[in-house]
């Protein structure tokens, strides 16, 4: 039997399948290992080799860990609402619906022929209502909490109902604020919409106006990690700053947990830092500075209020809440077309603009907290409104962007820091003595910062506060493909529905397109949001993430229709053990799903506060994309010749006659010309042509050749000349042939390309597809060539090139078992260096695959199969033991050599093979012997042999009597393990 994989292959996964092999139940005699993939949506383009790299490592670990006595689930499903989904539905006019089946249907059958080892009768999708029921029962239980700051963990909305009716919300020192703070009495004369006003700034998920991120080209609204330097990550569109009412996240009032977790948490330091930096935590003080000209009180919050008598003027975030209420009539002009200016840039542009310095006066003043000094209110981009206050003070001395706008705008600037200013850039240095800062001259910052909150809080301007960068996530989306929210609108005011009514489905509509004014495509189906004269539904839906922040629970209980996740179920598979996927989640996905987990614990739903104990960040594949250069004339000589630059400086001419055909081609005579694309227009029109870089096909290249009627074919635009140019002539493709450099018909040339790498992308032309490599070498040889490309989290290039080794790997592994046709293999006992050459193995494979070096595993396995071929090992013994440790990463020829040894059973219960150290032990070692300290030779002795012993061997060996020259032996220095030393 010779080694068919495709046959192979197909029969061992129709097995599998069948006796639902990979299904697991809870077993509580037996360890439990949860291993998850990151949540894939079902793209339209289906999987390219790049994506199954997670996959096939999560495989390797889950079966791996199987064979070790763990019940191991290890699922699989689809993020199949949201954004993605649907923008590939309008890009092909068909339903998100009808698209997300048929890409599903795709993706598992592709998944399928990789043969993972998923539990698919737990296969979930966020789009099936009989999983987002339980994700707006979820939205339900965070609408219907609130987080209390004293016990710092979320409690039921209706314990603070209880307390304001006892107690009212009053402030534990000083007086109350009008509109926040309020009395029992107060409270229970509240109209039930006041008290919904109340109770809706402090739910875990809230409706309120602020400004989003609005991309038009989308129709929705997007979360600031789905912007991107102004763009939308997905479509690359523009996004603006607009107003609107939205759901909210309060993810904020977890930021504290959220850092101190991460300690908690086995995840590598660069995603934590990714974490730590967008959370942001600060400590500093809030500082209250009085209107001088209007009523009212600005508050900034700084890390640096040791500085503040260096304050010179006071800036604002043109969105700022005050702006409208303190701008001066006079001011008013200026303040607004600044307002216009502000409207179009991104925060991301705002945040990264150093050189361009913008700005506008209010004509507003306030007064210093300590000398009553009247400071100029300013609005400006670099301010943004949702950090701290969305104000701060500015102290130019010691902050550069300050300091610029103050020498831009002619502002006077405090000298504090005495000879560390020198007025030509600010020092924003922490260890310099503080000088015209009365009480706090003197001191440095670490003395002065917390004397300065001393004495703000003393004269109640302001207090001690740690500040968190991070903002609460826009939670709603303008879009059709989504979860409903669980809402309803009267008059005005939101109300929950009831958790019995759920799920509240997604109405179906052929077609769809934007609401008025910037609402959902729901608002357009009136008889389904209109449900009286009063009563609206939310005709907005919930974004991704809503169903992925939680779908880790629900593969642990997917068919439970009495709650998202049972006890028993919860408590046994609890966290995640391995989670894999890409740093592009590092933020948005794994901040919300730790978030959602702690509120669920919190109120007693799950027994775990953090999702996921470990987490593996895999590195991307990239393409190779095949590059030809397209040379543009672009400058006319005075002999009417044309002149192009190619993309390394080389000069090329071309000569024209009257009729613009080509004449004359040549390079530089110190140049040599290779290979380039050269496109001309008929009429010469070409004098702002520009030379690039173009792709080509994958299909339309073999080994960097490009086939010239490929490319051509369907081109029939006969105004323009497409010349391929090489070293010795060209092809005109108007007259579809090629000449030499005298017009000359001749031989067609070999005009090549150049490779270069990058992500692959359907977009580039360079992706790809698993199932053309499958069919070729088999799953096998795939997934171990994954594996072997390099470090799991490290990026790599995909090189078909490689992948011929991997697979003479299996067939060598195959002639172990089988040759000619027939079975090779022996019962007979195995010797001394069989075992050895074995259980080497068999530790560097379970070192290796334990800590995810799946690489130097697939590398290690090939040094066994050859060290077996030259000892001519057919051993069942051996060859069994090796089968097991291959199992995980090529399970297909591991299943089929199993059973051709004689085993009955899937490999997949086998027990993992057990490490003996005695086999692996030297019983010699070659020792470097020294005459004098010089080394002269190496002996191999052995290890048991006694010091009396060695000196004996050493000395009889004919190299050390020949450099001892018959001298009497002074000392012999004999370090076991080590050296030898005769000294004469």
Not at 423 to 435: K, S
């Amino acid at each position: 039997m010779e080694y068919n994989f495709n046959e192979i292959e197909a029969r061992w996964q129709q097995f599998w399948e069948t006796h639902n092999v990979y299904q697991v139940e809870i077993q509580q005699d037996k360890p439990k290992c949860y291993v998850l993939d990151m949540f894939p949506y079902p793209s339209g383009a289906g999987l390219h080799v790049g994506h199954p790299l997670g996959y096939i490592a999560s495989d390797i670990y889950s079966r791996y860990k199987r064979l070790k006595g763990f019940n191991v689930l290890h699922p699989m499903g689809f993020d199949s609402f949201g954004l993605p989904a649907e923008q590939y539905a309008l890009e092909t006019g068909q339903h998100p619906a009808t698209t997300t089946e048929k890409n599903i249907k795709t993706f598992k059958e592709q998944l399928r022929k990789i043969g993972f080892c998923y539990d698919w009768s737990r296969e979930i999708r966020t789009s099936d209502p009989s999983y987002y029921q339980w994700t707006q029962w979820i939205f339900l239980k965070l609408y219907n909490s609130y987080f209390c700051n004293t016990q710092q963990k979320a409690r039921p909305i209706q314990d603070l109902i209880s307390k304001y009716e006892l107690r009212g919300a009053m402030p534990a020192q000083g007086d109350p604020v009008e509109g926040v703070h309020f009395t029992a009495e107060e409270w229970n004369n509240f109209s039930p919409e006041q008290k919904e006003e109340k109770l809706m700034r402090r739910r875990l998920v809230y409706s309120a106006e602020g400004e989003v991120n609005w991309c038009e080209a989308l129709g929705t609204v997007l979360a600031n990690d789905e912007v991107v330097n102004g763009l939308s990550e997905r479509g690359g569109h523009p996004v603006v700053k607009k107003k609107m009412r939205q759901w909210y996240l309060r993810i904020t009032a977890y930021a504290e947990r959220l850092l101190q977790c991460l300690d908690t948490v086995d995840f590598s330091e660069s995603m934590k830092d990714m974490q730590r930096n967008w959370i942001g935590k600060s400590e500093g003080a809030e500082v209250e500075f009085s209107g001088a000209t209007f009523e009212g009180k600005i508050k900034v919050y700084t890390t640096r209020p040791d500085t503040i008598f260096g304050v010179d003027f006071m800036v604002l975030a043109p969105e700022h809440a005050l702006v409208t209420d303190i701008t001066t009539a006079d001011q008013r002009g200026a303040v607004n077309d600044y307002l216009s200016y502000v409207k179009t840039r991104s925060e991301r542009e705002r945040m990264a603009e150093v050189k361009q310095i913008t700005g506008c006066f209010t004509g507003a003043y306030v007064l210093h907290p300590f000398n009553g000094k009247k400071l100029p209110v300013w609005i400006s981009e670099y301010v943004l409104a949702g950090y701290g206050t969305g104000a701060i003070m500015a102290v130019p001395c010691g902050d550069q962007r300050d300091f610029s706008f103050a020498r831009y705008f002619n502002i006077p600037i405090t000298n504090i820091l005495g000879s560390h200013f020198n007025g030509e850039e600010a020092n924003p240095g922490d260890q310099i003595e503080l000088v015209n800062s009365d009480f706090l001259n003197g001191y440095t910052k670490k003395e002065a910062v917390p004397l300065a909150i001393e004495a703000l809080e003393k004269i109640n301007q302001g207090k001690r506060k740690v500040n968190y960068k991070m903002r609460d996530a826009g939670f709603s989306r303008q879009r059709y493909w989504g979860e409903p929210f669980p809402v309803l609108w009267k008059n005005g005011t939101a109300y929950p529905m009831n958790e019995s009514e759920l799920p509240l489905l997604l109405p179906h509509v052929d077609h769809y397109s934007p609401g008025p004014e910037g609402q959902g495509p729901l608002a357009n189906i009136t008889e389904w949001v209109n449900i009286d004269a009063h009563t609206k539904r939310e005709t907005s839906t919930m974004p991704g993430f809503a169903g992925s922040s939680w779908y880790f629970l629900r593969f642990m209980d997917p068919q439970n229709k009495e709650t998202f996740c049972s006890t028993e179920a919860s408590d046994y598979w609890n966290q995640v053990d391995v989670y894999i996927g890409g740093t592009e989640h590092a933020v948005g996905h794994l901040l919300y799903s730790r978030m959602w987990t702690k509120v669920l614990f919190d109120l007693g739903l799950i027994q775990h506060d953090e999702p996921y104990k470990k987490l593996v960040n895999q590195g991307m594949i990239g393409g190779v994309s095949e590059k030809i250069y397209r040379i543009g004339l672009n400058q006319v000589e005075e002999d009417n010749s044309y002149v192009g630059n190619s993309s390394n400086n080389m000069i090329i001419k071309w000569k024209s006659d009257i009729n613009g055909l080509p004449i004359v081609l040549f390079p530089d005579e110190n140049e040599e010309i290779n290979y380039y694309l050269f496109n001309l227009s008929a009429d010469l029109d070409i004098s702002q042509y520009e030379t690039s870089v173009i792709r080509t096909s994958l299909n339309m290249v073999s080994e960097s050749i490009l086939n010239i009627e490929k490319y051509f074919e369907g081109k029939n635009n006969k105004s323009r000349y497409e010349i391929m140019l090489c070293k010795d002539g060209y092809y005109d493709s108007r007259r579809e042939r090629w000449f030499d450099y005298e017009k000359k018909p001749i031989e067609p040339l070999k005009f090549m390309t150049f490779q270069v790498q990058e992500k692959m992308s359907k977009r580039y032309g360079n992706v790809v597809n698993p199932d053309d490599v499958v069919i070729k070498y088999g799953a096998d040889t795939f997934r171990m060539y994954e594996m072997f490309l390099g470090p799991i989290e490290q990026s790599k290039p995909w090189d078909t090139k490689g992948i011929e080794g991997v697979h003479r790997f299996l067939k060598k592994l195959w002639r172990l078992f089988m040759e000619n046709g027939k079975s090779v293999w022996t019962t007979e006992t195995p010797t001394r260096d069989e075992l050895k050459t074995l259980h080497k193995t068999i530790h560097k494979i379970e070192q290796d695959t334990a800590q995810f070096s799946f690489n130097t595993a697939v590398s290690a396995f090939m040094v066994c199969v050859n060290e077996l071929t030259e000892l001519k090992c057919h051993k069942k013994e051996i060859l069994d033991s090796l089968l097991i440790l291959l199992a995980p990463y090529a399970p297909h020829i591991a299943e089929e050599l199993w059973h051709q040894t004689g085993n009955t059973g899937t490999i997949l219960d086998a027990a993992y093979p057990v490490f003996d150290a005695q086999y692996v032990q030297e019983d010699s070692k070659v020792y470097p012997v020294s005459v004098n300290g010089k080394l002269r030779t190496n002996i191999e002795l052995s290890l048991t042999a006694s010091p009396e012993e060695v000196q004996e061997v050493v000395l009889k060996d004919s190299v050390i009597q020949k450099w001892m020259e018959e001298k009497p032996l002074k000392k012999f220095i004999f370090i076991p393990g080590k050296m030898i030393n005769v000294v004469v």
